[in-house]
């Protein structure tokens, strides 16, 4: 969203409340949020509230959504949104929008958790050339780094090339485990890209064509390469810095944004995450 559009959003609460009512009429509420009926009333003149008629429970457009789960005027969480995008850190975001800390980043991890919450199970799988590769974020700098290396968090990536990305922290990097994640994400069939970690010698018996560069002599051979899914591993590294650390629990939610801002690389992300912040908490969160 350009800036000039931005700033009409949010010249105003009505303006900005507007736009946020729009967003939440297009993700429901199509159910009574107490009996799940379908007979709804709508209430006022156009303030966003509604009662059911079976069981008269009166609520608003915005309750029990994501944006619900914090005290922020419509305004304030627009703004939220817009800074997410750009990247700002929470400590930034504060300052900007006179905030405490605590406040920016409880907004901006509600924000996470909607996305995460907002990814569709059983997503269609990966296909065609693939790439697979695992990376360690975390720890201290000093010592072993890479495989074996101690404190840091290993995370199983699958790359399609042209396409989309897929990350999963994992226990472990043993081969039961990267293999039970290539075989629920990638399409039988496919061809997957290693290096020559000993693990991923299985993939040939598991369905797929699988060829491995060696980096010890050159990082691609060819089309024989996970060069793509290697600048992914470095962008998220970086973006991660910013942070000044991040914590075990809450690393799962970054990782998952960095797979959603990749996924959708070539889209407007504000009405993308205002529509995920706009969706109903689901009840088993």
């Not at 039961?176 to 629920?184: D, E, F, I």
Request: charged fraction near 30%; proline fraction near 3%; charge should be positive.
């Amino acid at each position: 969203m350009d800036l000039k559009t931005f700033e009409s959003l949010v010249q105003s609460e009505v303006t900005a409340r507007r736009y946020l009512l729009k967003a939440c009429r297009k993700n429901g509420p199509c159910r009574c949020l107490r009996c799940e009926g379908r007979k709804l009333y709508r209430l006022g003149a156009g303030d966003g509230r509604f009662r059911c008629a079976g069981c008269r429970y009166t609520f608003g457009v915005f309750t029990a959504r994501w944006l619900a789960q914090m005290r922020l005027t419509p305004r304030q969480w627009l703004w939220v949104v817009k800074l997410f995008e750009l990247e700002v850190s929470a400590r930034k975001m504060a300052q900007q929008l006179a905030l405490s800390y605590p406040t920016a980043l409880r907004a901006v991890t509600t924000l996470r958790r909607s996305l995460v919450a907002g990814t569709p199970g059983g997503e269609e799988l990966l296909r065609g050339e693939v790439e697979a590769d695992e990376a360690y974020f975390g720890g201290k700098r000093k010592g072993k780094r890479g495989r074996g290396a101690a404190g840091k968090v290993p995370v199983f990536g699958i790359l399609e090339r042209g396409g989309r990305v897929r990350v999963e922290a994992v226990r472990n990097v043993t081969a039961q485990t990267l293999l039970a994640s290539t075989v629920k994400g990638v399409r039988r069939g496919s061809v997957v890209y290693t290096d020559r970690y000993q693990v991923y010698d299985a993939l040939m018996f598991c369905g797929y064509r699988h060829l491995r560069v060696d980096h010890e002599r050159r990082f691609s051979r060819g089309k024989v390469h996970i060069n793509g899914l290697e600048g992914f591993w470095a962008c998220a590294k970086e973006r991660l810095i910013k942070h000044h650390g991040v914590s075990k629990e809450r690393f799962p939610l970054y990782q998952k944004e960095m797979e959603f801002r990749y996924n959708h690389r070539h889209q407007d992300l504000f009405p993308l995450v205002v529509k995920q912040l706009t969706r109903l908490v689901p009840k088993l969160l």
